[in-house]
Structures are given as C-alpha cells and as structure tokens.
C-alpha cells in the first residue's frame, strides 16, 4: 500500500519551541514537497525537493523554517522558533519527476502553536 | 501573478443530480491540472490529472474537462451520492520548471440525502 506517510499527525506546542516535522514519500518517488493550509490562504508551497535537493524554498520564512532531506525515505520540516502564526495544517506531497508529475498528498500535521 | 480560482466557495445539492464544479486558471500555458478531493480534518485524494496535451479525464462518475484557451477547467460528477460530500481543490502546474502546484481555495460540495 503505497502512501505518503508524516509523523506527528498533531502536534500542540507553545510559543518559542522547535517544532518538527517528518514525511516519509512514497517509495521510487523523487520529488518531495511541503504545503501549508490555512483557513485564509488555503494551500501554499513551502519547499520542494527533487532527488533529495532542494530547488525551491520561495514560500519559505527562511529565519524561521528549515526544510532538509536526510535521505531519500526521510523529508523534515523544522521551525523554530516556532509562533502562533504558524498555526495550520503542514502537507507532505511526494511524485515521479516525468510529464504527467502527479503529487499524492499525506493525512498532513496539525499544527497548534499557543 | 499565476492564480486558481474556483466558484462557488460552496455548493449544496440533493442527492442524484448532476454537478458541475469549475476552476479557472490565469495563463494558458500550463503543463497539467490536477482535481483533489479534501474530507474534514484529512489529507488530499488525487481524483483526476489532465496533462496540458489532453482535453478530458474519466474515472467513474467523475469527469474533468480543460480548456486552455479559456482558462478554464470543470469536475462534472454524476449522480452524485451523499459520499460525495468533500471539499474538492483544483490545482495547476504552470510553467517555470518548479513543478508546483499552484491551488484554489476549494469549492466545498454537500450532497444532501
């Protein structure tokens, strides 16, 4: 059963902590992507990998966000420190880098920062 | 500015009728758009993707059609059935080799029994 994974499903934290996120994309795929969804700006791009590098991380709050590959099976997400603002549902996205480039999405972290 | 718009935010139909949903995309040059349907408080389910080559896409009662040169693509579903119930994005991949998607805010669709 092929599916993007992300680890932790939720996550409560105050102001000022580090917060991280993991996805684990689907296996034999080589581009990895970061989305946030909030209430008032729906989905927006974070960060985007392929073959474990990063090609694009506009969307990004660079004094704030950091997003790496370790390894082909392992994507994070770290913010810190982390604000309130941050409030909202991060999305893992992994896809094959052909012409069709289909992206299938993680159940998503839910992100609660006091 | 490369922009997704999707009207009405919301839509509510009884059970058993035909509906269109439809996205409108700004420049026509795209490379593909892909439709997601969005259950509460969970991730995204790809439902169709129309490469920029293609005019429409089939599974099931769904069918998404994509007009370039209007900027314009629909999710027809028939017969639609409570289960239907969703949030459904659209998203399109422009030009300027990133490969992301750019989304819409949703059009929220209930069907009532």
């Known amino acids: 059963d092929a599916r993007v994974t992300q680890t932790p499903r939720h996550k409560v934290t105050e102001m000022g902590q580090e917060v991280t996120m993991r996805c684990q994309p689907i296996l034999g795929h080589n581009t990895v992507f970061w989305y946030r969804q909030t209430m008032m700006q729906g989905l927006e791009l974070l960060a985007y990998f392929r073959n474990r590098a990063p090609l694009d991380d506009s969307g990004m709050p660079k004094d704030r966000f950091s997003a790496e590959m370790p390894d082909a099976t392992l994507a994070t997400l770290k913010i810190q420190p982390s604000e309130p603002r941050d409030s909202a549902v991060y999305f893992c996205?992994?896809?094959?880098?052909?012409?069709?480039?289909?992206?299938?999405f993680g159940p998503g972290t839910r992100l609660t920062v006091l | 500015k490369q922009e997704v718009t999707q009207i009405p935010a919301a839509l509510s139909v009884p059970e058993g009728e035909n509906l269109v949903l439809n996205c409108s995309f700004t420049d026509s040059a795209i490379y593909n758009l892909q439709w997601f349907r969005q259950d509460p408080g969970k991730g995204l389910t790809s439902l169709l993707l129309?490469?920029?080559?293609?005019r429409e896409q089939t599974s099931g009662r769904l069918n998404a059609s994509l007009d370039k040169s209007s900027g314009r693509s629909t999710l027809y579903i028939a017969a639609s059935q409570p289960g239907d119930s969703a949030t459904y994005l659209c998203a399109v991949e422009f030009p300027g080799g990133s490969e992301k998607l750019v989304f819409g805010k949703g059009t929220k669709l209930t069907v009532n029994p």
């Open positions: 996205a992994s896809g094959l880098s052909t012409g069709r480039n289909e992206q299938f």
């Open positions: 129309i490469q920029s080559s293609q």
